[in-house]
């Protein structure tokens, strides 16, 4: 029984040189950062090492890095903490159709609460339409929030130009880059962005800590509200580990990064060019060029992509469908609805997510099941013509 993981947008294995920088920060040294003592120092030494580390690696200040518990976390703060910080001037939020959960969700919480929210337009391709959204900017208009890159279809937003247009308004301009971190380079002055946030699970790091970067000038208020830590901008005691942890995994991401870019992006081509010679009636959902290294993304005419990845979870290959936090629903992805595809197609849609420990005998693999069990789900489906029934592929 094999056992393939092409879920990587979900999440990545830790590391193992991560876990043993780790390891120390659970046991011997366990103190808690905001201890007077020398445990307690030692463990100030290491989160401010991480600090650096994180933000010389992004091009930011140390004291712009806010560690917290993820993306979701980072996320939530950054429009909830904008809006209200700014809410004197205008609450009128824009972000894009496209955004993860942890923004949509809480753009429509603060929606109840007041603000307006418009949900920028996206084309074919999953690319936020610039015209549309510099359209969509009103006076009152304070937050604009878009992914450097997107975690179902994979495709790269054009982020310098959309936050051009808001900070020359001077609207705060925040980008979700969970998704990008690691896999293309980020830098917060190139472009130069406001608020930025990604989390360390996506990259070869721990679960259950993210970074925000917020701009030195730019005001956000809190959501965890508590003890001192964070600068007083987000209580709770440190993470020490998981943070000593997130900075290893982002060194070693950027020390490696058109690397395994390089790797990843060759056995995800490969696996994408078999399927679309190999399989008849599949689209690739995404932009064709200006995507993640390590996503494909694809619609199986036919086929119900819940059946597809059951069909492939038992023949040992992990996949993701639709989304992964929808994951269970039937609702068609909010993604690939926003793109424009019918029904149909977003229903059958699968993520394919490749990691650097993947091998081309793995996509091999995968290709061949894939091609064995599409052929028994559009036997079974009563949707697919009869006269393609017996068609050889
Ligand atoms: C995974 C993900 C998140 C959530 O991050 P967590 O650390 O899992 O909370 C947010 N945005 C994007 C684009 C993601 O892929």
Not at 266 to 273: E, G, N, P, Q, T
Not at 285 to 303: C, E, I, M, Q, T
Request: glycine share 8%; net charge negative; charged share 20%.
């Amino acid at each position: 029984m094999k056992n393939i993981y092409f879920d990587h947008a979900a999440t990545t294995p830790v590391d193992a040189r991560v876990l043993e920088k780790m390891m120390p920060y659970f046991s011997d040294n366990f103190g808690n950062p905001n201890s007077q003592h020398a445990f307690g120092r030692r463990s100030v030494c290491a989160v401010d090492e991480a600090r650096d580390t994180v933000a010389s690696l992004i091009g930011a200040k140390p004291s712009e890095i806010y560690f917290t518990s993820g993306g979701t976390e980072s996320d939530n703060w950054a429009i909830r903490g904008a809006a209200h910080a700014n809410a004197q001037k205008g609450k009128h939020l824009i972000v894009s159709a496209v955004e993860h959960p942890a923004m949509i969700t809480t753009a429509k919480e603060l929606e109840k609460e007041g603000f307006e929210v418009t949900f920028a337009a996206v084309d074919e391709f999953g690319r936020v339409d610039i015209a549309k959204l510099e359209g969509a900017i009103r006076p009152d208009t304070t937050f604009i929030g878009v992914m450097t890159a997107n975690n179902e279809v994979g495709t790269i937003q054009p982020i310098a130009e959309i936050s051009a247009l808001a900070r020359e308004r001077g609207i705060v301009f925040f980008t979700d880059a969970v998704q990008a971190a690691g896999a293309i380079p980020l830098n917060v002055n190139d472009p130069a962005v406001d608020m930025l946030s990604f989390s360390g699970h996506k990259f070869y790091g721990p679960k259950g800590v993210g970074v925000l970067y917020v701009r030195s000038g730019k005001r956000i208020g809190k959501i965890i509200t508590g003890g001192h830590q964070e600068r007083s901008m987000r209580g709770g005691t440190t993470n020490v580990p998981g943070i000593v942890g997130l900075a290893e995994a982002l060194r070693l991401a950027t020390a490696d990064l058109s690397q395994n870019a390089a790797y990843v992006a060759s056995v995800r081509d490969h696996f994408i060019a078999r399927v679309l010679n190999e399989i008849p009636y599949v689209k690739l959902n995404g932009h064709p060029k200006d995507r993640l290294p390590n996503n494909a993304n694809f619609s199986f005419r036919y086929v119900e992509g819940e059946s597809l990845l059951f069909s492939l979870d038992l023949a040992g290959i992990a996949v993701s469908s639709g989304s992964a936090c929808s994951s269970g629903s039937l609702e068609p992805s909010h993604v690939l609805l926003a793109m424009g595809l019918p029904e149909g197609l977003a229903h059958g849609s699968i993520r394919f997510s490749f990691g650097k420990e993947n091998t081309i005998q793995e996509a091999d693999y995968a290709v061949d099941k894939l091609k064995e069990i599409i052929v028994k789900l559009r036997a079974l489906s009563p949707l697919f013509p009869k006269d393609l029934k017996n068609e050889v592929y």
